[in-house]
């Protein structure tokens, strides 16, 4: 079992940045695709990127396409999502999730974090 804490989420206001990041522990982090999801209050469970197990391939969801990045550190056992040009339209709880196969279903997402949130002000 792979155990993940999301952070670096908060307060940001629209056109500004944010870093998040999730950590990992147990299991080999590298045997893991991993993705990043978000929900907003009374909306299902998004997509928003994903990231194949040595960083090769990416995989984001066209809202996010240009403005977000995903990124990994196997050494550190960490996934990264910098975001950039946030939109009001972002404000969620944000969630990283281990996966077998690059894909934008949550369905295919096991282990998750506890989520970290992240607010847009306009």
């Known amino acids: 079992q792979v155990q993940l804490v999301e952070s670096g989420g908060g307060l940001v206001q629209a056109g500004g940045s944010l870093r998040l990041s999730c950590a990992a522990s147990g299991r080999t982090f590298s045997n893991y695709v991993m993705g990043w999801f978000r929900q907003a209050p009374g909306l299902e469970r998004g997509f928003v990127a994903a990231?194949?197990?040595?960083?090769?391939?990416?995989y984001y969801a066209d809202y996010v396409k240009g403005r977000f990045t995903i990124s990994r550190d196997n050494a550190k056992n960490t996934v990264y999502l910098q975001m950039n040009s946030l939109k009001s339209e972002d404000t969620a709880v944000y969630y990283c999730a281990t996966g077998r196969d690059l894909s934008s279903s949550h369905q295919d997402y096991n282990n998750w974090g506890q989520g970290t949130q992240v607010t847009v002000s306009s």
């Open positions: 990231i194949g197990r040595a960083g090769g391939f990416t």
